[in-house]
């Protein structure tokens, strides 16, 4: 039994002294899919909440159907993903992640085309947008599965932190360079340049020359409604990712409920102004590229579990900050500061979650484990959002931040704090390449993209998915 150990498990429990050497150096066609990951984290995030903007400018939509189209695409997308997980666990990956990109890339294509020939209507929109995030989660589960294959343990800490390092990057230059397409070339330009990045995704993945490894055998006995929620079964199973679900509902669902409610703190109690609000989302974006960069080192240096739980409770401290921020540029000062500090943590955070949670689940579940948390993740954020927006309403938007600053540090308690042995590796040949899954919402949880406006907030993703 001891050889099934991961390599994960002994580096965790070395001195934070003793020497290590570096990861295997990862391969070319890990960079190739590295730079084809990050022209679609780019283009996601210059079409992040591209879909409301063009219902509110091209079909003058109210405020209450932009509201249904984020609901109507979570819902509707986390039911018909359900089944789809044991198909995706027993198919090879690559087709699947090609085929996920393909489809999202003609539901969001069909919208300036629609729009051209003056055909386009809400239901279309509602339609894009539920394919959209239901696509998401189907590349999410399997490219999560396909990166286990295809990376050394050792260094499936440092291409998490690539790919992390690309989407907080992409994320802070995508939403300005959105709306001056958006304002030169009209509300349906970052769609266009949304949907061409999936097909450039697509390409990608198809350039890829090592072998793919064989899918897990289905088991014949086991019927489709237990094939389905074998995921959550995992999960809740296994002591420390049962912690680590508890941990992201909670933490990502506070600080995903606290964005609509900072921008009303700090344009109307704080009297900040939209450029200065521009500003406190996107330099904190700094935050998260250094601390994905710092990922990689430290758990070397550390090991992973020592990195998890100190990034894990760090990043909680700095909510708190937000709420006692006073109006004018003091005030702007401190909530930059502090979402900074979040970040930073969030993107060290990030990698090493997907490292534990890859460590501690097999190759017979892993896609379904992928799937289960991020449709457990578009359920159950809605819920915050709504009871965070009440207790906005009823007491105002400081009292309602400080409240969600107390769940974040909550949120702690529930970190894998008990060591758990990690699931025994079905095959030991190392791989060359990797592809990630696309950032669970969260360390901060990105919200599919162009699905609602809040999503443009850099303050909804910080909950790990991947």
Not at 257 to 282: C, E, K, N
Not at 331 to 355: E, K
Request: with cysteine; net charge positive.
């Amino acid at each position: 039994m001891g050889l099934n150990r991961t390599i994960a498990s002994a580096r965790a429990h070395r001195s934070p002294t003793a020497s290590s050497p570096s990861p295997p150096q990862l391969s070319g066609d890990f960079h190739r899919l590295w730079g084809a990951y990050s022209v679609s984290q780019a283009g996601s995030a210059v079409g992040a909440g591209a879909l409301p903007l063009v219902a509110i400018m091209l079909l003058d939509s109210s405020a209450l159907q932009i509201s249904l189209l984020a609901v109507i695409s979570g819902l509707a997308a986390a039911v018909i993903v359900l089944p789809l997980g044991p198909w995706v666990e027993f198919r090879r990956k690559r087709p699947v992640m090609i085929g996920a990109d393909l489809l999202r890339f003609a539901a969001l294509a069909s919208v300036p085309i629609a729009a051209a020939l003056s055909a386009l209507t809400y239901e279309q929109l509602c339609v894009v947008a539920v394919v959209q995030t239901a696509g998401t989660i189907v590349f999410s589960a399997a490219s999560g599965a396909h990166l286990k294959h295809l990376v050394t343990v050792d260094q499936r800490v440092t291409a998490n932190s690539r790919f992390e390092t690309s989407q907080w990057t992409a994320n802070s230059l995508g939403s300005p360079i959105g709306g001056v397409l958006v304002s030169w070339l009209g509300a349906t330009a970052s769609i266009t340049v949304d949907a061409a990045s999936f097909l450039v995704s697509a390409l990608g993945i198809r350039r890829l020359r090592s072998p793919e490894p064989p899918p897990p055998a289905r088991q014949s006995a086991s019927s489709r409604g237990r094939e389905a929620i074998e995921g959550w079964r995992h999960i809740l199973h296994h002591p420390g990712l049962r912690a680590l679900f508890v941990n992201a509902i909670i933490f990502g669902g506070a600080i995903t409920a606290s964005t609509p409610i900072i921008a009303v703190f700090m344009l109307r109690d704080l009297h900040l102004t939209p450029w200065q609000y521009g500003l406190a989302l996107g330099l904190p974006c700094l935050g998260g590229i250094l601390g994905s960069l710092t990922a990689g080192p430290l758990t070397t240096r550390y090991g992973l579990r020592r990195v998890l739980l100190t990034t894990g409770v760090a990043r909680t401290l700095w909510m708190g900050l937000i709420p006692l921020a006073p109006p004018g540029t003091p005030g702007l000062i401190i909530i930059t500061l502090a979402d900074t500090l979040l970040l930073f943590m969030a993107g060290t955070f990030n990698p090493t979650f997907a490292a534990y949670r890859m460590n501690h689940t097999s190759e017979h579940c892993l896609s379904r484990v992928l799937t289960a948390w991020s449709i457990t993740s578009k359920l159950t954020q809605p819920i915050f959002i709504a009871a965070a927006g009440i207790l906005a309403a009823a007491t105002g938007p400081r009292t309602a931040l400080t409240a969600t600053a107390a769940l974040t540090l909550t949120s702690a308690v529930f970190l894998p704090w008990k060591t758990a042995r990690p699931t025994p590796r079905r095959q030991s040949r190392p791989a060359n390449v990797a592809h990630p899954a696309p950032h669970p919402g969260s360390p901060r949880n990105r919200l599919p993209n162009a699905v609602t406006a809040t999503a443009t907030s850099t303050r909804g993703r910080t909950q790990n998915e991947r």
